[in-house]
């Protein structure tokens, strides 16, 4: 076990200890966020602000931009979602998880190809186009723009997003060096499989609480 611990900690030999700190609380309240998401509880959203504006700082630091990219829309995304999750149907009901329509899915298509344009054009003007990791990381933040964006209107298909990014992103962030990080995004994908079938189990339902 010690070898294990030597082992995580030595991927950080030389990195400002802030930087670490910074990193595990954003870890902790980001692993919050999508278990609260799961529940289909309105915490998700302050919770993940809190997560997504610490990365934004540190993934700034490291140069990663297309990751920076993402939780700064993340940021964003998660004012918006607040707002549409607290909207009502009717006195004592507020919106239900429901599927894409035929709009949905044009605007996600459109939204995808927008974000690869996007961060091809920064990495570009940044020259980061210098590894690997860099075309791997703008198709991984096309995808957590769309799951972002669907989890916000409340589209079940938000997971299968959540699913597909978070997978490639384990060993793409164990790769970078971000241990703790690929830790997270490995128990995303466990906690995204759960959550896909618990608002399965709640389509079409409009909740009476969004705390639960």
Do not use: C
């Amino acid at each position: 076990m010690n070898h294990i611990f030597d082992w995580i900690f030595a991927q950080y030999d030389g990195v400002a200890t802030h930087l670490v700190t910074l990193e595990i609380i954003a870890v902790f309240f980001g692993f919050l966020s999508v278990w609260f998401s799961k529940r289909e509880n309105i915490l998700v959203y302050p919770t993940g602000i809190i997560s997504t504006a610490i990365f934004v700082y540190i993934l700034l630091v490291y140069g990663l931009l297309g990751d920076m990219l993402i939780n700064a829309y993340y940021f964003a995304m998660s004012i918006y979602g607040w707002y549409v999750w607290t909207r009502k149907v009717d006195d004592s009901h507020y919106i239900p998880i429901t599927k894409m329509d035929a709009l949905d899915k044009k605007w996600g298509i459109l939204l995808f190809v927008a974000t690869i344009i996007l961060v091809a054009l920064v990495y570009t003007t940044f020259e980061k186009f210098n590894s690997w990791t860099a075309y791997v990381d703008t198709v991984t933040t096309a995808i957590f723009f769309v799951g972002m964006w669907l989890m916000a209107k409340k589209k079940l298909e938000n997971w299968t997003f959540w699913i597909i990014g978070d997978i490639i992103s384990v060993p793409l962030y164990l790769y970078k060096g971000l241990v703790f990080s690929s830790l997270q995004y490995f128990l995303f994908t466990i906690i995204a499989i759960y959550g896909y079938m618990a608002w399965k189990k709640n389509l079409n339902k409009s909740p009476q609480t969004l705390l639960k």
